[in-house]
């Protein structure tokens, strides 16, 4: 399985702005894909996760702002991400669930300006 996360860059306080993560590969027996992100100095958090049954999990603090949904095939999974603000920003990473293993993509820069 790979990912591919994309759709990043600078958006002022308050914009909006949509992720993608493209997946390929094995993609049978993924249990969950989620996006996770890590602002500069800090540690990586989880944000918001959808399982195989379409289930979506959100942290509080992006809960209300964040919508994490995929295509019909699976392939391809979508962060929009409303009322962005400075604390939003980070380098983004999607990751899929699989087989007992979380397989990372690359991460994609989210830089809100405030």
């Known amino acids: 399985v790979q990912l591919q996360a994309s759709g990043g860059g600078l958006v002022q306080t308050g914009g909006s702005l949509r992720l993608s993560c493209a997946v390929s590969g094995s993609i049978f027996g993924i249990k969950a894909v989620g996006w996770h992100r890590q602002a500069p100095g800090k540690q990586r958090d989880w944000v918001t996760s959808i399982s195989a049954d379409s289930s979506t999990y959100y942290a509080n603090s992006v809960k209300g702002r964040f919508t994490i949904s995929r295509d019909n095939a699976g392939n391809t999974v979508y962060l929009q991400m409303n009322g962005l603000g400075p604390e939003d920003t980070a380098v983004y990473y999607c990751?899929?669930?699989?087989?007992?293993?979380?397989?990372w993509g690359q991460g994609t820069l989210v830089t809100v300006s405030s």
């Open positions: 990751a899929a669930d699989i087989r007992g293993d979380r397989i």
